[in-house]
Nanobody
Framework: QVQLVESGGSLVQAGGSLRLSCTTS????????VGWFRQAPGKGREVLVS???????FYSAPVKDRFTISRDNGKNTVYLDMNQLKPEDTANYYC?????????????????WGPGTQVTVSS
């Protein structure tokens, strides 16, 4: 089974930017869709954005004006560029792969998950 791994999480000041990366081991993304999620302490996992193999994207309302997802199929990497970060963006960020039909907005639609990378935004 394909394993995903995230990187790029860090401590950043409010208003700053970060780029997160998601890649795989033991396989590739193939034709699957890749989504980014986050989970803050005491809260449920929240879908942020998803990108299809052909580049089509789906954004959730809270981040669509600040976050950008992109995909480099040659490097088998999906990026999440986060701008204008706020303290409420503090969370563990996960990427996940969806290989079957289903809503890109549902956590349960995704098959494989990375362990997450921590993003902390200080005020």
């Amino acid at each position: 089974q394909v394993q995903l791994v995230e990187s790029g999480g860090s401590l950043v000041q409010a208003g700053g930017s970060l780029r997160l990366s998601c890649t795989t081991s033991g396989g590739t993304f193939g034709p699957g869709s890749v989504g980014w999620f986050r989970q803050a302490p005491g809260k449920g996992r929240e879908v942020l954005v998803s990108i299809e193999s052909g580049g089509g994207t789906f954004y959730s309302a809270p981040v669509k004006d600040r976050f950008t997802i992109s995909r480099d199929n040659g490097k088998n990497t999906v990026y999440l560029d986060m701008n204008q970060l706020k303290p409420e963006d503090t969370a563990n960020y996960y990427c996940a792969l969806r290989t079957r039909s289903g809503s890109p907005y549902l956590v349960g639609s995704y098959d494989s998950w990375g362990p997450g990378t921590q993003v902390t935004v200080s005020s």
